[in-house]
């Protein structure tokens, strides 16, 4: 590493850094870690230096003067970040991630720069500071999400299976009697997340009591907050008992035009 670089990792100006959130489902093939220099002139790459580092100080991506210093990539990040060069000299120090992976999730990523002074009297022009810092969030979205009722029971059950992070769950119901909606009182749902210690995913069990003759339907919502979109199931009841189905109505005419006619 040259002299040049280590001070830079030593005198960071302190500074308000841009602080974002980048959320991605696994099976993206990139994550891109955005992040833009401000300098009011374009930046001549054999003035500019730049790294990324994760929250344990490893190195992702590493340039000096126009060159990519691949040495001091840690090898947790060898072969997996590409950065975007035709952007730099306008301030584009962004870097992408190949595979992302639950290894990656919560990682917090941050971009430190510096543009050397080409001739004049100061040594920078832009002095060495964090500029960029981003919490990289990976979900994975559940899969099948279903209600199951037992009529006799008088519950019904939600499951959803292997998401991350942990969903939050709810319940919704339909009136019987007035058709309104609303959501049933957490302290009246019983619901258990079990995380598996192999691969960090959470598959999700909820119970709640549906007396009878008291909802037409029953939804369970899964809302997965990384991705911010909701999964749900909805259970009709009363379809057997306490109401004929139509088909049977239509069957009572028929016959008794049949009968009729025959008479
Ligand atoms: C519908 O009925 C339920 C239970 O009887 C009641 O709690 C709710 O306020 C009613 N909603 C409306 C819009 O009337
Ligand atoms: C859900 O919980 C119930 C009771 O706690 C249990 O009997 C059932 O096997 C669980 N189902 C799943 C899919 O975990
Ligand atoms: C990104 O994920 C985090 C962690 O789950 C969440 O708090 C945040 O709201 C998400 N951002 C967006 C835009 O969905
Ligand atoms: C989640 O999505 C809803 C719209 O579906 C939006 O109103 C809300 O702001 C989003 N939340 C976050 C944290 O981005």
């Known amino acids: 590493m040259s002299a040049e670089f280590v001070t830079c990792f030593l005198l960071l100006v302190p500074s308000a850094a841009v602080v974002l959130d980048v959320n991605i489902t696994i099976g993206q093939q990139w994550a891109t870690l955005p992040c833009t220099l401000m300098t009011e002139t374009p930046t001549r790459l054999e003035d500019l230096l730049f790294y990324?580092?994760?929250?344990?100080?490893?190195?992702?991506?590493?340039?000096?003067?126009?060159?990519?210093?691949?040495?001091?990539?840690?090898?947790?990040?060898?072969?997996?970040?590409?950065?975007?060069?035709q952007g730099?000299?306008?301030?584009?120090?962004?870097?992408k991630l190949k595979n992302p992976t639950l290894e990656d999730e919560g990682r917090?990523?941050?971009?430190?720069?510096?543009?050397?002074?080409?001739?004049?009297?100061?040594?920078?022009?832009?002095?060495?500071?964090?500029?960029?810092?981003?919490?990289?969030?990976?979900?994975?979205?559940?899969?099948?999400?279903?209600?199951?009722?037992?009529?006799?029971a008088t519950t019904a059950v939600c499951t959803a299976q292997r998401g991350f992070p942990e969903a939050l769950l709810r319940w919704?119901?339909?009136d019987l009697h007035n058709n309104s909606q609303y959501f049933i009182d957490p302290r009246d749902v019983k619901t258990t997340a079990v995380q598996s210690s192999q691969d960090r995913l959470y598959s999700l069990n909820s119970t709640i009591n549906i007396p009878g003759?008291?909802?037409?339907?029953?939804?369970?919502?899964?809302?997965?907050?990384?991705?911010?979109?909701?999964?749900?199931?909805?259970?009709?009841l009363n379809k057997g008992e306490r109401s004929l189905p139509d088909w049977s109505a239509g069957l009572t005419a028929a016959l008794v035009l049949l009968v009729s006619a025959l008479q």
């Open 52 to 85: 990324w580092q994760d929250e344990g100080r490893n190195v992702l991506y590493s340039y000096y003067k126009g060159n990519v210093m691949s040495e001091h990539v840690n090898r947790l990040y060898r072969g997996r970040i590409t950065a975007f060069p």
């Open 88 to 95: 730099m000299t306008a301030g584009d120090i962004s870097v």
């Open 108 to 152: 917090v990523f941050q971009a430190v720069a510096a543009v050397y002074n080409s001739g004049g009297m100061r040594r920078y022009s832009f002095e060495p500071r964090e500029i960029c810092q981003i919490t990289l969030h990976v979900a994975v979205p559940y899969n099948s999400v279903s209600v199951a009722v037992n009529e006799e």
């Open 172 to 174: 919704r119901v339909q």
């Open 213 to 236: 003759g008291r909802y037409r339907s029953v939804s369970c919502l899964i809302h997965n907050p990384t991705l911010n979109v909701t999964d749900s199931d909805t259970y009709v």
